[in-house]
């Protein structure tokens, strides 16, 4: 059920629809395609966070508009070696409230994947077109949709005329999409607050946990000889296949993950088993030559109980070093040379108490614009994991669907779209308090 000054706010962004659809449209225009390098040029990153800035100056909030140094980031496993940010800004509003109230972090990544093939998309992914409902462009779902909403929620609670107790943040980040490094910009610069809606994609469910990931590179050496000859021995100077004897290693690591799909300890009410998933395989360098070495690496996704003292996945490594090393001490080669471990940038896991009062009441005001969800959670991760390990509870909560994310035609419906931004504002409205006349 909806209070008076709820169903005002409902009813104002249901009116206002076209604007909202607007908003996105904007939003699309902007080619913020996520960089694959650290030293990738900036696009118009920069250009939309000035203009979401604007939009909410406009209603009376403060905003930040900043480039974080890279010394800012340093600190954090998200972090790649001298990632900067030219460019590349930070945006932080804040709507201040009347004071005597909790305040809220409304938070999105502004950054989207490539649209490449372009020539498969049946309109350009950059210039936002609604057909039959659906609103179609890059980003459209994940996540300027999200982002949309929370900043057109923002600026009608605004204009509503109804004061809040408690202040409403929103914070635009960059760099979700390759490393995360974004919304750890976004923390050491002190955003922060009593609690936190990420406005990912969740089909209107509140998901209270995510996974974290570990990417290790395994490289196994062997010796090189000459494929079209028969090799003696390894012990007497014979050529060693580095590709066998990695399969050694693929057997330990299938053999872990099974064990992991079984231990009490991987099952979670809201996410999956932790993963043990080979990526990539490079090995060999001549087609008449034995592969002296053979790098494999993985993505292993972790449950939160596994998180270390500090937040991260140190005891999940300790297990697949120690998983592997047992399997090469049968095997006097590897015995002898041993693989070696490389570690690229990580993402922690997280989870906010499914009981935390921003979880129910995001449900509750779901429900009450007719999108009823459920408590669930994200297998991959999210930005709110970030803002967890600093102190802010988060949920992610979105509109529909995370399965149509990074496709060709990415869509999000427009009734979907008004929805969460209604759900948004009523939640706002439950969390932070309304100020007393």
């Known amino acids: 059920m909806l209070d008076e000054r709820e169903q005002h706010v409902v009813t104002e962004i249901a009116r206002r629809r076209d604007d909202l659809v607007s908003l996105l449209a904007d939003l699309i225009a902007f080619d913020t395609t996520a ?62 409230g009347a004071g005597g109230g909790r305040s809220l972090l409304f938070n999105g990544h502004i950054d989207v994947v490539s649209g490449d093939p372009l020539h498969e998309w049946t309109s350009h992914p950059n210039r936002a077109e609604v057909r039959d409902g659906l609103l179609y462009g890059r980003g459209a779902c994940d996540m300027k949709g999200g982002v949309a909403a929370m900043t057109f929620a923002t600026e009608v609670l605004a204009q509503s005329g109804i004061r809040l107790a408690g202040d409403v943040i929103v914070s635009t980040v960059t760099d979700e999409e390759s490393t995360g490094v974004g919304g750890v910009g976004a923390v050491a610069h002190g955003v922060r607050a009593d609690a936190g809606i990420v406005t990912e994609p969740s089909a209107f469910d509140a998901w209270v946990a995510c996974r974290g990931s570990l990417i290790p590179t395994i490289t196994v050496t062997g010796r090189t000889g000459h494929a079209g000859v028969r090799q003696p021995d390894w012990h007497d100077g014979g050529a060693v296949n580095a590709i066998e004897k990695t399969q050694l290693v693929l057997d330990a690591l299938r053999n872990l993950q099974d064990e992991w799909n079984v231990r009490p300890d991987h099952q979670h009410p809201y996410v999956s088993p932790g993963d043990i998933v ?97 408590r669930s959670g994200m297998d991959s991760w999210h930005d709110g994991a970030t803002f967890m390990q600093a102190g802010t509870p988060c949920i992610c909560f979105g509109p529909p669907h995370l399965d149509i994310a990074h496709r060709v035609d990415e869509y999000v419906t427009v009734d979907d779209l008004v929805a969460c931004a209604q759900a948004l504002a009523v939640s706002a409205l439950r969390f932070c308090g309304v100020a007393r006349d």
């Open 35 to 96: 960089r694959a390098a650290p030293d990738d040029p900036a696009r118009d990153e920069a250009a939309l966070q000035e203009y979401i800035a604007d939009r909410l100056r406009g209603v009376g909030a403060s905003a930040d508009v900043w480039e974080p140094k890279p010394e800012d980031v340093a600190h954090s496993r998200l972090a790649p070696p001298g990632i900067g940010f030219e460019g590349r800004p930070q945006m932080a509003a804040r709507l201040t």
């Open 278 to 374: 080979p990526v990539i395989v490079e090995g060999g360098h001549w087609i008449v030559s034995y592969p002296a070495s053979c790098r494999l690496t993985y993505h292993v996704a972790y449950l939160p109980v596994h998180s270390d003292a500090s937040g991260w996945g140190d005891d999940v490594a300790r297990e697949l070093v120690d998983c592997v090393a047992r399997a090469v001490a049968e095997d006097e080669w590897l015995t002898l040379h041993p693989p070696t471990w490389e570690w690229a940038p990580e993402v922690p896991a997280a989870e906010i108490d499914p009981e935390h009062p921003i979880v129910q009441i995001a449900l509750d005001a779901s429900a009450a614009v007719g999108r009823p969800g459920k």
